[in-house]
């Protein structure tokens, strides 16, 4: 029988983070032949990613630029996908979450006439300008794609009401904690020196990372003014910022939260580093996806520094709060968890409503099922089983 042949296309940190577990259970399926194109969208970050789940790409577009626009990324990755889908001529295309990259990567295929595979489809924040250009990518790629992995029932609501029909859904659980559950380890040694040096019992670390675009300018000066005050009013706090590397992010940290004794500002961490400080840390403050799916899972309270989430699962158990990006928020909600012991117990709980670490399993049995190889369509993700 003629393997199914699956293309990968993914080429930004987070995409490769949570495609990466989906890659090697591909790689292991018999019936699959899988092949991994990366836009290359982000290049050191996505480099970090390949080189520590050991994802060999076949293809490398090699698109990033400093500074680009939305028009470079969608230009580039769009011409340079068209080459890739002719030379490969995949049965299925695989995409993930809601880059530009998920979007011109469904987009191309569609030209093509290939199916399309989503994985982490149907989140939704329902506002078409936050976050941006998000989610409009996603609810893009939703309309042109014909396999939805959603990674909660809440997601598979929104495509069905969206008007996708329910047999193309399968609720999976979300690839990050298949990641996740690879990476923390308890007696884990940290490569990075200033990590080593942290005592986690003497002082409180905070986790943060902000990077946002709807963020850049005003709202993340904001927040590092606000994280700033934090320090400053309690001694025993350690801030801890792994910098993504747009510049825009880049200098706005620096100059607002650097030198100061208690502000630990890093390059972007490998993503075992980033877990096993995750897993350390007293919380987390962050205007990322991932981070919000991977802390509730290790018992972490977040606050999230944005306005609104396409990620309302941890809100609802308790553990996730959305708190904007005011100083003044910013302040008053981490002075919150850092002296009232009651509400930091509260939101200190491990739930785990994103995942059981078998997203990546059910994605492979779902394709196997679509393409008639097997009769048993996956069980649904149900974080209560
Ligand atoms: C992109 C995604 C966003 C995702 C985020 C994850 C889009 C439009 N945005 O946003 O959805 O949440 O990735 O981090 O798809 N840079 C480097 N090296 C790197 C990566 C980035 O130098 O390895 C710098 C470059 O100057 C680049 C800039 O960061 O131009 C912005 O990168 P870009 O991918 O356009 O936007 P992100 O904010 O990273
Ligand atoms: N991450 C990482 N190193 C870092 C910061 C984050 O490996 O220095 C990981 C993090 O664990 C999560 C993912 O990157 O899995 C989140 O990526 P990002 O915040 O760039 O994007 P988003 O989730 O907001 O799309």
């Known amino acids: 029988m003629r393997k199914i042949k699956v293309l990968t296309v993914f080429g930004t940190r987070p995409e490769a983070i949570k495609m990466a577990p989906l890659v090697q259970e591909l790689k292991k399926c018999s019936f699959v032949d899988c092949k991994v194109a990366v836009t290359a969208q982000h290049r050191q970050m996505l480099d970090q990613v390949l080189s520590l789940f050991d994802v060999k790409p076949d293809y490398d577009l090699d698109i990033m630029k400093e500074r680009q626009n939305l028009f470079d990324i969608t230009r580039n990755a769009l011409s340079g996908l068209k080459d890739v889908l002719e030379e490969v001529k995949p049965d299925l295309v695989l995409v993930h979450g809601d880059t530009t990259t998920t979007f011109v990567g469904a987009l191309a295929s569609f030209y093509m006439h290939i199916k ?4 982490e489809a149907g989140l939704r924040t329902h506002n078409k300008w936050l976050p941006f250009p998000e989610e409009m990518n996603r609810k893009l790629t939703a309309a042109l794609s014909d396999l939805h992995f959603a990674p909660t029932m809440t997601a598979k609501e929104n495509l069905i009401n969206e008007g996708v029909d329910p047999k193309s859904i399968f609720v999976t659980g979300n690839t990050v904690i298949d990641a996740l559950k690879t990476t923390v380890k308890e007696n884990y040694v940290f490569r990075q ?32 003014h606000g994280l700033r005050q934090v320090v400053e009013r309690n001694p025993d706090v350690v801030l801890v910022y792994p910098v993504h590397l747009n510049p825009a992010v880049w200098d706005t940290a620096h100059e607002i939260l650097g030198n100061h004794e208690r502000i630990i500002l890093l390059p972007p961490l490998d993503t075992d580093e980033l877990h096993n400080l995750m897993a350390r840390c007293y919380m987390v403050m962050t205007d990322s ?5 991977e802390a509730p899972s290790l018992g972490k309270p977040v606050l999230v520094l944005r306005n609104e989430t396409e990620r309302p699962e941890a809100v609802k158990a308790g553990t996730v709060k959305v708190i904007g990006t005011a100083r003044e928020n910013v302040l008053k909600e981490a ?40 009769d048993k369509k996956p069980e649904e993700f149900n974080p209560k089983s």
């Open 335 to 374: 002075e919150i968890l850092l002296s009232d012991e009651a509400e930091y117990s509260r939101m200190a709980n491990a739930v785990n409503p994103y995942g059981d670490g078998f997203a990546s399993r059910r994605i492979v049995e779902g394709i196997l099922y679509f393409f008639g190889v097997s």
């Open 116 to 119: 399309v595979g989503h994985v």
């Open 289 to 293: 996806g991932g981070l919000q799916e």
């Open 193 to 224: 020196p200033a990590l080593n040096i942290l005592d986690f019992k003497k002082n409180r670390v905070i986790l943060v990372t902000a990077h946002r675009r709807e963020n850049l300018g005003e709202p993340l000066k904001d927040i590092c």
